[in-house]
C-alpha cells in the first residue's frame, strides 16, 4: 500500500479527464437501457474486478479494465466517469450480494435460532467468496474518503437489516426487551464482518463450521434468545 499523501495526490489526466467537465465536476452517467448496454457495462464491471483484485486500487488502469472487458478504451467513458466509479459500482453489487434478501423466503427458516444461523453462514459464505475484493476495500477506505463513507453506509445497511429483525424478536418475547436494537445490531454485526475480515482476508485459521457456530452461540447470548412457543 502507498503512502496516504500519494495516494490522495496521485493524479492520472488522461483517465479521468473525460468524465469530467472543465470545471472539473464530474458528469452523470445513465444507466443503460438497450440489452447490449447492459451487457457491456457489466463486462466492464466484472473486468474491473479481474483488475482490481490482480494489480490493487492504485495501480488499476482503465485500458486494462477494458481489455480484460473485450470493450474498447472509449466505450468505458460511456458508463463509468473513472476507475473509482467503476471500483464503487463493484462494491455495490458484492454488497447486494452479501446482504442476502428474503432470508426466510430462501431457507424456509423460522426459528430465531434458524434464522440467525442461515443469516451467518449466508454471509460467511459470500465474504470467503468475495475475500480479495473485501480486503481490497477495506483498503481502501482508508486513503478515499468517498469508499470511508461508502464502507459506512454498507455497515449501517447491516446493522438496520439487523436491528429489524431483533426489534421482531422483542415484540414476540423472544429477546431480551432492554436491548436497544440498533445499537445491539451494529455491536453483532461488526464482530460478524471483523472476524470474517480476520479469516478470510488475514488467514486466521478458523474452520469455517467452528466459525459459524460460535458466532450463532454468541448472538443467541448476547439476545438471551428464548426459545419459539
Not at 86 to 96: C, G, R, T
Request: net charge neutral.
Amino acid at each position: 500500500m502507498r503512502d496516504r499523501t500519494e495516494a490522495k495526490t496521485a493524479v492520472v489526466p488522461e483517465e479521468t479527464a473525460p468524465g469530467h467537465t472543465a470545471d472539473g465536476e464530474r458528469q452523470a452517467r445513465t444507466t443503460p437501457r438497450s440489452k447490449r448496454g447492459i451487457r457491456t457495462r457489466n463486462a466492464l464491471i466484472q473486468g474491473a474486478r479481474e483488475v482490481f483484485e490482480r494489480d490493487g486500487y492504485l495501480d488499476a488502469r482503465i485500458v486494462d479494465i477494458s481489455k480484460a472487458a473485450g470493450a474498447a478504451s472509449g466505450s468505458f467513458y460511456t458508463y463509468f466517469n473513472d476507475k473509482e466509479e467503476i471500483f464503487a459500482a463493484l462494491v455495490e453489487q458484492v454488497q447486494e450480494e452479501m446482504l442476502h434478501p428474503h432470508l426466510r423466503e430462501r431457507t424456509g427458516a423460522t426459528d430465531p435460532r434458524g434464522v440467525i444461523e442461515a443469516a451467518n453462514r449466508d454471509y460467511l459464505q459470500a465474504y470467503e467468496r468475495n475475500a480479495r475484493l473485501m480486503g481490497l476495500f477495506e483498503q481502501v477506505a482508508h486513503i478515499n474518503e468517498n469508499f470511508a463513507r461508502l464502507r459506512l453506509e454498507r455497515g449501517v445497511a447491516f446493522a438496520e437489516r439487523n436491528a429489524k429483525m431483533i426489534r421482531g424478536l422483542q415484540e414476540r418475547g423472544q429477546a431480551d426487551p432492554d436491548l436497544d436494537p440498533l445499537v445491539t445490531a451494529h455491536a453483532l454485526s461488526a464482530m460478524v464482518s471483523r472476524l470474517a475480515y480476520m479469516v478470510y482476508v488475514c488467514d486466521l485459521p478458523i474452520a469455517f463450521d467452528q466459525l459459524v457456530d460460535t458466532l450463532n452461540t454468541l448472538w443467541a447470548n448476547a439476545l438471551r434468545l428464548k426459545p419459539s412457543a
